[in-house]
């Protein structure tokens, strides 16, 4: 699976994601870290990525861009903590967007 990363999460995560086989990409790779929200969405949906977030404002754009959206609500952590947590559940991740989901909440 692809990943766009948002601005306000660590790079590291698109690394270890790109390491565990999810092509994966910082926002800050592709576009300005300031990039507006709609915009991102619609570089995700050009690439056939989902983005990964904590930003709520992207659940109502990814359903307008038909863009998988993983909803991080794990609240403030180290990002070593963050790594752990998203990179822990991914198999499960992956697995409900294959089956359908649109957008996956992570707490």
Do not use: Y
């Not at 910082?26 to 619609?42: K, M, R, V």
């Not at 998988?68 to 499960?92: E, F, H, K, Q, Y």
Request: proline share 4%; with cysteine.
């Amino acid at each position: 699976m692809k990943f766009i990363i948002d601005s306000q999460l660590p790079p590291a995560l698109a690394v270890r994601l790109t390491a565990m086989g999810h092509a994966s990409w910082h926002i800050g790779e592709l576009a300005a870290l300031d990039a507006p929200d709609a915009a991102i969405c619609a570089l995700a949906a050009q690439r056939g990525c989902a983005i990964i977030s904590k930003d709520a404002d992207f659940l109502r754009l990814t359903m307008s861009h038909g863009v998988p959206l993983l909803w991080l609500r794990v609240g403030n952590c180290s990002n070593a903590s963050l790594l752990d947590i998203v990179c822990g559940r991914m198999a499960v991740v992956v697995a409900t967007f294959e089956g359908g989901e649109r957008i996956v909440e992570l707490r």
